[in-house]
């Protein structure tokens, strides 16, 4: 509970407390809390999403501190780890990096004290992607090691195991080694897409953004682009962004990365499109990742396009975004 209060503290947050949780009608109803909000993931607003899942981790913690049996407990931090982990992705979503990272933290470290390998796992999966090539923080070689300590604890079938093949199959090819990418991709392949997640990381929560088929061509199609396969990687993306996806985020992604890819190709009309496009989504949705995404494509477009008039427009679109 400490641990909770002091990042609270860290962060300019009020720290609240209920003292007297242990009761098992109590607990029922904290877990139900969590499943409803993984359930909102997929659609709710982000800053409203974080800000229900800050009071809700503040109950979870205060509950921790009360007399539990090990049944009880194990339940709770499964909840603490799930919410903590969607608080993380919503911070993220809303723009808020530093305090993402601190909830990645915490989950990973209530996830430790829970002893649950899976649990465990997943989030180390998700501290990875915080390091994804180009739109993470750019340290391929700390996802791969942090993915490594991951997959036996994950397992090698599912959607998890799927999610972190890709992740892998995307570091390998940023550091060139193409045949350890494909590989990663040929394993997400066999992995299938069975549902045997928990709570957040699932089809239904963590997973939400990911759960059509043509989510395979995605991400498949970024780690082309990583390679310098640029027509294969447009290609599959274009495959991917036909699909019909649970949340109405996901296409932001896929056009940050269509954008991405013809930046790299050399051709600025293209190029500016696809970001118009994940900007659309990113401001209908309030997904600030699209918006930083494309700032960082922005920024790595050549300094002769800046004179050109898509360019131009592009530059005013982000202007105002900002």
Aim: charge should be negative; glycine fraction near 10%.
């Amino acid at each position: 509970m400490y641990r909770r209060h002091l990042l609270r503290m860290m962060m300019g947050l009020p720290v609240v407390t209920l003292p007297d949780l242990p009761g098992l009608d109590v607990r029922d109803a904290l877990h139900g809390t969590t499943v409803r909000l993984i359930q909102r993931y997929p659609t709710a607003a982000p800053a409203e999403l974080l800000a229900d899942a800050r009071l809700h981790l503040d109950s979870l913690t205060a509950a921790l501190g009360g007399v539990l049996g090990s049944g009880q407990r194990r339940q709770l931090l499964v909840d603490v780890v799930n919410t903590a982990s969607l608080a993380a992705t919503a911070a993220k979503v809303d723009g808020h990096p530093g305090e993402a990272a601190a909830y990645r933290v915490l989950a990973r470290e209530f996830a430790e004290e829970s002893g649950i390998k899976r649990l465990r796992g997943c989030t180390l999966l998700h501290s990875a992607c915080a390091h994804s090539p180009v739109w993470g923080g750019g340290d391929p070689l700390a996802a791969l090691e942090m993915l490594g300590t991951a997959a036996p604890l994950v397992g090698g079938r599912g959607l998890l195991a799927m999610e972190l093949a890709m992740v892998q199959a995307e570091n390998a090819a940023a550091l060139n080694r193409e045949r350890e990418a494909l590989a990663a991709v040929e394993r997400a392949v066999r992995a299938g897409v069975s549902d045997d997640g928990e709570g957040f990381f699932s089809a239904a929560g963590w997973l939400a953004d990911d759960g059509d088929p043509q989510v395979m061509a995605g991400w498949e199609g970024f780690c082309h682009l990583l390679l310098r396969r640029t027509d294969e990687g447009l290609a599959l993306l274009g495959h991917a962004l036909r699909g019909t996806h649970v949340s109405p985020r996901t296409p932001a992604l896929w056009h940050s990365n269509v954008a991405l890819g013809h930046m790299i190709a050399g051709d600025p009309e293209p190029a500016c499109q696809a970001a118009h496009q994940a900007l659309d989504v990113s401001e209908a949705t309030g997904y600030r990742v699209g918006v930083q995404r494309i700032h960082i494509v922005r920024g790595h477009m050549p300094g002769e396009w800046a004179d050109l008039q898509c360019v131009r427009e592009l530059d005013e679109r982000l202007r105002l975004a900002a």
